[in-house]
């Protein structure tokens, strides 16, 4: 039942309609901000395309269910804050996490996976979206529910133990098996996550956002 809540969630592209690049906000990347501007439609379709060093990864949100964290997203990819980044922490049969700004500079490697936009902002909780496979687009956070900033994170299998704790936000609906190939990080265990050495993160280049149109 939640996989069918989830696709029901997820508009598939119709006869009459296309995917639209939307023009960004900015010429050149911006890391730091107050707030996020609103500047989605929650009632209308969005997708990002995610330009890897692997390959092009396509997500479809969930704008209806979780608001905040699509525009949040939407609104940093506008400005570019994600060009440059990259997926520094990829774990096997867990997920690939990236969205850190202190990731686009290899200076500060040893502050990588603790920075954000300026700000945080709330989970959202849709008991219908769950993190039920592999493909699901979660909001990366501290402890605090109030900490979800620019960090995200997209599993690479099921990982229900995250449920009604995570925001989800979309999905993968292209590329699977780019995601797939991106270089492990850190191996996990009982003793906790173990960093592997000499692995070369790939690198979040630039990201697109579309959104839905009906033809005229």
């Known amino acids: 039942m939640n996989k069918l809540l989830m696709l029901a969630l997820l508009a598939a592209d119709g006869a009459h309609a296309a995917w639209v690049p939307v023009k960004p906000l900015s010429d050149t990347p911006v890391r730091t901000f107050k707030a996020p501007a609103w500047v989605i439609d929650p009632a209308r379709n969005y997708r990002a395309v995610l330009n890897t060093t692997r390959g092009n990864v396509t997500l479809q949100f969930t704008p209806q269910a979780a608001p905040k964290a699509v525009n949040n997203f ?112 850190a191996t996990s265990g009982q003793g906790g996550e173990t960093a592997i050495q000499d692995a070369v993160p790939d690198t979040l280049s630039g990201v697109t956002i579309l959104v839905e149109e009906a033809d005229k």
Do not use: C
């Open 74 to 185: 939407v609104f940093l990819a506008l400005n570019h804050f994600y060009d440059g980044t990259r997926f520094h922490r990829v774990i096997d049969g867990f997920m690939a996490q990236g969205g850190d700004p202190n990731s686009a500079d290899a200076a500060k490697k040893t502050a990588w996976g603790q920075g954000g936009p300026g700000y945080g902002f709330f989970v959202e909780l849709d008991p219908a979206l769950r993190f039920d496979a592999a493909g699901v687009l979660g909001m990366a956070r501290s402890q605090s529910y109030f900490s979800q900033g620019s960090q995200f994170f997209i599993t690479l299998a099921p990982a229900t133990f995250l449920n009604d704790q995570y925001t989800v936000f979309g999905r993968v609906v292209e590329g699977m098996d780019v995601l797939q190939k991106l270089t492990r990080t």
